[in-house]
């Protein structure tokens, strides 16, 4: 198990595993961007901070397979 992660690493750092790489990016960017948004805004609002930290992992794991479905690799 480890050496396949270890061999997708190699090939992600050598830009060989993605045919778009911009598309996951940009899907990854607006994932983080959501979840930064989110604890930011329910810690601001008062949640408990680990109660915060718990509902923008949730919903930012929840959109990352939505916003990622078209990734191709090579």
Do not use: C
């Not at 992600?12 to 993605?18: E, P, T």
């Not at 045919?19 to 810690?43: D, E, H, K, Q, S």
């Amino acid at each position: 198990m480890l050496e396949v992660g270890w061999f997708s690493s190699k090939l992600l750092l050598k830009g060989k595993l993605l045919r778009n790489p911009g598309y996951f990016a940009r899907g990854t960017a607006i994932g983080l961007g959501i979840g930064l948004v989110l604890l930011t805004g329910l810690w601001h609002f008062g949640v408990h901070l680990a109660v915060a930290i718990a509902l923008s992992s949730l919903v930012s794991g929840f959109t990352m397979p939505f916003l990622l479905k078209d990734v191709k690799m090579q």
